[in-house]
């Protein structure tokens, strides 16, 4: 990394989107975005790749799958 | 000690099994939940449903060790990712190995340089993604990234519930995950430009 800023919001990228930045991090990647459409733009590339891949790997119980889990209920701790 | 009455030891036995049934009631309420995250640790369907019933089975087993109050779908995961790690069923379609350390931007790049900065503005990227192709980039990540990246973006937990399931340091958890996600990027550009 060259250390420039535009390398630096990319270090605060993911922890920006999970919101785990401290205030002054928080400032600081605003900041820049707020003048810098290069990373902006990447920022919201990130968030609806973050919102697809999530939406994708979803998958729903199979049926039957509930009623067998069912016929655990009152399983012996011996058994 | 005298022996207990018997009218004390029935009541003692039916708020057994209403504590019981009302914690079987919980756990049941979060299957399709704790099936989600099952279904991207492991390779196929069916893995993921013996996985689901043998968690289920050892839950209702110990469900005595489950503190009331706490974390219960937390406490599930823990139990299936132990069983997961324990039968060595996690996918390993890739070797054990460290992703390579590309940077966050790198999908956005790869994608910008083929197709335009605008192309990151539209959803083009995501029309070339099928759904299987996703799932495909998911199961190329190193199993012990991608088991932090299912459990916070897939199933929603925590950095600490994460922690605590893979019983590790949270800074583990958030250095795996920010690998992982990087990983993806690269199976994801693999996938968007192929």
């Known amino acids: ?79 | 000690m005298s022996e207990p009455e018997p009218a004390t030891e029935a009541r003692r036995i039916a708020a057994e099994q209403r504590d019981r049934a009302r914690f079987e009631e919980e756990a049941l309420a979060l299957a399709d939940q704790v099936y989600r995250v099952a279904r991207r640790l492991v390779g196929s369907r069916e893995e993921a449903e013996d996985l689901v019933q043998e968690t289920y089975a050892r839950a209702f087993r110990s469900w005595r060790s489950f503190t009331p109050g706490t974390n219960m779908r937390a406490w599930l995961l823990r139990i299936l990712t132990n069983l997961n790690v324990d039968r060595g069923r996690r996918i390993q379609r890739t070797p054990q190995t460290q992703p390579l350390e590309e940077t966050d931007y790198y999908l956005a790049n790869k994608v910008a340089s083929a197709a335009g900065e605008e192309a990151l503005e539209t959803d083009e990227v995501v029309g070339r993604l099928s759904q299987d192709s996703v799932v495909r980039a998911l199961s190329e990540i190193p199993p012990q990234f991608r088991d932090v990246v299912v459990l916070v973006d897939i199933g929603d937990f925590t950095y600490a519930d994460a922690a605590q399931i893979l019983d590790v340091p949270i800074g583990t958890v958030m250095s795996r995950l920010h690998r992982g996600r990087r990983a993806l990027k690269q199976h994801l550009a693999e996938e968007a430009l192929a």
């Open chain 1, 1 to 79: 990394m060259s250390g420039g800023p535009c390398d630096r919001c990319e270090e605060l990228l993911q922890d920006f989107l999970d919101r785990t930045l401290t205030d002054q991090e928080w400032k600081e990647a605003e900041r820049h975005l707020a003048g810098c459409d290069y990373c902006a733009r990447r920022y919201r590339f990130e968030e609806t790749v973050r919102k697809y891949v999530k939406t994708s790997a979803v998958e729903r119980m199979p049926p039957g799958l509930m009623a067998k889990l069912d016929d655990l209920r009152g399983l012996d701790a011996t058994a």
